[in-house]
């Protein structure tokens, strides 16, 4: 950073003495200053330094228009990036579409120039919760480089990398991990050659695409070579925490606490242990400091953490991590949509803990949690999948047939019921628009007994209807929780105002889960003495279950064809 210094004061004589090549140097030397200073976290000094560039480069190009184009428009491009780093989307957006369409009006614009802006664009989109449109941008401007990639110039590779790195985060993000591993692969080779030949200030990006690479292989799987190639990242970075905590102990506590999580899955639980609690101390050390940073991270390390004290026989320190990292999730939600994928997770695991615990009270109020995050994800129409790649409306499926479970376990048959219905009234909606997408005929998803049977999803009125909970106090613990509160969503809150459209891997995963949950009301059926209401629910689970064993003779008219 000194050097950098030195070159802006340097290029700022040289722009008073030799005004036309001096003032170009300064130009670029603020478009480098903001890269450098975004490279190491200074994201308010990076905006200031990229808006003096784009205000020389304006310059520029006003007294000599068309020579100086190019310039602009990638200056533009990191401005639109920085303002982006600071929440500023919409600024962020105008100045990044300025960017392209400046690119694409130039004659002489060269491929490098089209395809940074399209990159910037991409990380505008990623911070306005635009996925898709993100990863459309950051694909085609990796898609406009790699034919350049035979003898490229550095600031070619440059961009290219940067583009990989940043299509890997958005692959990742939306759980193809296998994808997010190559590109994160390809973008490292590249950040390796620029290191090779002497270009040190794409350091920080180089470790960080390399420690990325190393979280893909962890949520692969492949732990033990994630500990290989997270080595060389930690290091690093806890070199540079020692001499900037400010900038660099976030990222610091992050990779300890995946490294924790990998030494944890290969068995190495004491060891996994001391590095989760060292990344929770200092995360909570930078809590106060920078608290949208640190926020995320350290319900991340309380979850790490959770998991080693739950392998070392420590439950009740578990429970302990996990309400915080919960109450963390659920204030960091509060501000931003997207955070609710994360305390959905959270929520979940925290319930399965205290249901194999045989705590039954809280592990039933937090999956109606779960459910109630569920129906605010379909609300707010969250993009996005959960950890085994469901979409918000299965998932709030598959919650509602556990909550009806769980609640039926403990003997409260009327919340079972209740979610139990809601569940079958859901994925009968989802097949049935399934079976219109694909123009299946109706028999082919439901059988015409079960609508014959139970064609509203409710419990018929019968004087022999038992009211009687077995366990009063349990039932009252739990009605007060808001979930359980929360009525059936209307189709159109179900959709989120757009039809969802399925795969036929997901009409295959709503049919077993609807023969679950037809099986479920079965026995709730039986409990009351509903018998032939019980074997109509059985016998149609049964149907579903032979069918997707068994599947008919593929034609036209089959599930999935087009």
Same mark, same amino acid.
């Given at each position: ?8 004061? #340097? ?22 200053? !903001? ?39 990638? #200056? ?16 962020? $957006? ?9 690119? /694409? ?31 459309? !941008? ?55 050659? $620029?290191?090779? &030949? ?33 080595? &060389? ?40 242990? %001391? ?10 050390? /930078? ?11 350290? !319900? ?41 994928? *994360? ?18 009270? *809280? ?96 419990? *018929? ?20 929780? %808001?979930?359980?509160?929360?009525? *059936? ?13 399925? #795969? ?13 949950? $037809? ?44």
């Amino acid at each position: 950073m000194i050097v950098l210094r030195a070159r802006i004061a #340097s290029a700022r004589v040289a722009a008073r003495v030799v005004p036309v090549w001096g003032r170009v140097w300064l130009a670029a030397m603020w478009v480098r200053a !903001a890269q450098q200073l975004a490279f190491h976290y200074r994201r308010e000094e990076a905006a200031a330094a990229a808006r003096s560039g784009v205000h020389c480069w304006r310059a520029l190009e006003s007294r000599r228009p068309g020579r100086h184009g190019a310039g602009l428009a990638r #200056s533009l491009g990191v401005l639109a990036e920085r303002l982006a780093d600071l929440g500023s989307v919409g600024e962020a $957006l105008a100045v990044a579409e300025e960017g392209v369409a400046l690119a /694409e009006r130039q004659e002489s614009a060269d491929v490098v120039t089209l395809a940074a802006t399209r990159s910037a664009l991409s990380v505008v989109h990623a911070r306005a919760e635009r996925p898709d449109e993100a990863l459309a !941008a950051v694909e085609r401007a990796v898609h406009l480089l790699l034919p350049l990639d035979v003898a490229p110039s550095r600031t070619a590779v440059a961009v290219l990398a940067a583009g990989l790195s940043r299509m890997g985060g958005l692959l990742a993000a939306a759980g193809r991990h296998e994808e997010a591993l190559s590109a994160y692969g390809e973008a490292v080779v590249r950040y390796q050659r $620029l290191f090779r &030949r002497g270009c040190w200030r794409y350091t920080v990006p180089y470790l960080c695409a390399q420690g990325e690479l190393a979280r893909q292989l962890g949520a692969l799987g492949r732990c033990a070579e994630a500990l290989e190639h997270g080595a &060389r990242p930690l290091a690093y970075f806890q070199l540079m925490a020692g001499a900037y905590p400010a900038e660099y102990r976030c990222v610091q506590a992050s990779l300890l606490t995946e490294v924790a999580r990998w030494r944890g899955a290969l068995g190495q639980h004491a060891e996994a242990l %001391d590095g989760a609690d060292l990344a929770v101390s200092l995360f909570r050390h /930078e809590l106060d400091v920078q608290p949208e940073r640190a926020g995320a991270g350290l !319900a991340y390390a309380l979850r790490c953490l959770a998991v080693q004290l739950r392998a070392q026989g420590r439950a009740d320190d578990a429970i302990v991590a996990l309400e915080e990292a919960v109450a963390l999730r659920r204030r960091l939600a509060t501000g931003s949509p997207a955070q609710l994928w *994360p305390l959905a997770a959270l929520l979940m695991e925290f319930a399965d803990l205290m249901w194999g615990l045989g705590r039954r009270v *809280p592990a039933i109020r937090l999956t109606a949690e779960r459910v109630a995050v569920d129906r605010r994800l379909l609300a707010a129409n969250v993009a996005g999948t959960d950890g085994s790649g469901a979409d918000p409306e299965h998932t709030l499926a598959r919650d509602l047939y556990l909550l009806g479970v769980r609640c039926r376990t403990t003997g409260q048959s009327e919340e079972a019921a209740q979610a139990i219905e809601e569940t079958i009234a859901l994925l009968r909606s989802r097949a049935a628009r399934f079976a219109g997408d694909q123009a299946v005929p109706a028999d082919a998803v439901l059988s015409e007994e079960s609508r014959r049977a139970d064609d509203g999803g409710t419990l *018929p009125d019968d004087v022999r209807r038992d009211d009687v909970r077995r366990d009063d106090a349990l039932a009252d613990d739990v009605l007060t929780d %808001d979930g359980l509160a929360d009525g *059936p969503l209307t189709e159109d809150e179900l959709t989120g105002g757009r039809p969802v459209r399925l #795969s036929e891997r997901a009409w295959q995963d709503d049919q077993a889960l609807l023969a679950d949950a $037809l099986e479920e009301m079965a026995h709730l059926h039986d409990a009351r003495g509903y018998l032939v209401e019980a074997f109509v629910a059985i016998d149609e689970s049964v149907a579903i279950r032979e069918r997707l064993a068994f599947p008919p003779v593929r034609n036209s008219s089959a599930p999935g064809e087009a």
